[in-house]
């Protein structure tokens, strides 16, 4: 059963879905869970099992809880009736035991769809393997998006920025944690923005590189195009935080740390983790 849990939350995980896991860690008396018992749960699915009954509701409603705060915990829980709480959580249960289950948030590791195969996109690519990171990459260009290029990608897509978009919906988008527009033509990136813009919500992020006038731009042809400007502010322009950088490779340490401190809640140029 824990092979089978694990593999749900693996691909729940690969389709960009954060995943609350309960874990039993801990059973003394009459229990319907034993250690090594496992439940997860996304926004929309519940899988596994620490026990049944009023057990079961209490752990799938505390996984939610802290799917939402994204905050673990360890919780005990008493199977006796009339329990006092002293040693945990009480239920109304004949069963007599009791059991500390470990529950925790799992979030996807970023995938970056790489939207334009060029030397900005290897080094962000070169520079998001050590971090265990995903990278997909979209080129109109086929050899820029060939297998043998990118032989690490999840997916190497050579297509237009009109028939990707018409293969993609919100739901399928959302396999990426973040899009970047790194195209060698302004006019792709154009198209690829509103047409994003226009289905997704709240993932992927969406960044673009390039200077002021050209969001400026940009911004303009969303707006004609019958985008709300909150989705166009939710765009990053440019991408990276401001270290200076003018090579690719600085480029990508700007563009992986700002998403970094994004996923970690903190202000770049905050104070140092030493302090």
């Known amino acids: 059963m824990t092979q089978r849990v694990l593999e749900w939350v693996t691909a729940r995980l690969r389709e960009g879905e954060p995943v609350a896991l309960a874990s039993v860690i801990t059973a003394q008396g009459s229990v ?16 596994g099992t620490v026990g049944g009954a009023g057990l079961e509701l209490k752990v799938m409603n505390h996984l939610r809880e802290i799917l939402n705060t994204g905050e673990g915990r360890i919780e005990t829980y008493q199977l006796q009736k009339e329990a006092s709480g002293g040693a945990g959580t009480p239920l109304n249960s004949l069963c007599g035991g009791i059991l500390t289950v470990s529950m925790e948030v799992i979030e996807p590791m970023p995938h970056i769809l790489l939207a334009g195969g060029g030397h900005c996109a290897q080094a962000i690519a070169d520079a998001s393997a050590s971090l265990g990171w995903s990278i997909s990459v979209l080129d109109t260009r086929p050899e820029y998006a060939a297998d043998e290029l990118w032989p690490d990608a999840e997916e190497c897509i050579a297509s237009d920025p009109s028939d990707f978009l018409v293969r993609e919906t919100t739901e399928s988008l959302a396999r990426f944690s973040h899009i970047l527009l790194l195209g060698h033509d302004w006019g792709i990136d154009e198209t690829l923005l509103i047409g994003l813009l226009d289905r997704c919500e709240d993932r992927p992020r969406i960044g673009c ?9 940009f911004e303009k042809s969303a707006l004609k195009a019958g985008i709300k400007q909150a989705s166009i502010d939710s765009v990053i322009c440019p991408i990276g935080i401001n270290i200076g950088a003018e090579s690719p490779q600085e480029i990508a340490i700007a563009v992986l740390a700002q998403i970094i401190a994004e996923n970690k809640g903190v202000e770049p140029g905050s104070a140092s983790w030493r302090d």
């Not at 869970?33 to 496992?38: N, S, T, V």
């Not at 439940?39 to 929309?44: I, R």
């Not at 590189?209 to 731009?217: E, M, V």
């Open 209 to 217: 590189i390039g200077s002021r006038s050209k969001w400026q731009a």
């Open 32 to 47: 319907p869970g034993k250690p090594g018992a496992h439940m997860a749960v996304t926004a929309a699915e519940v899988y």
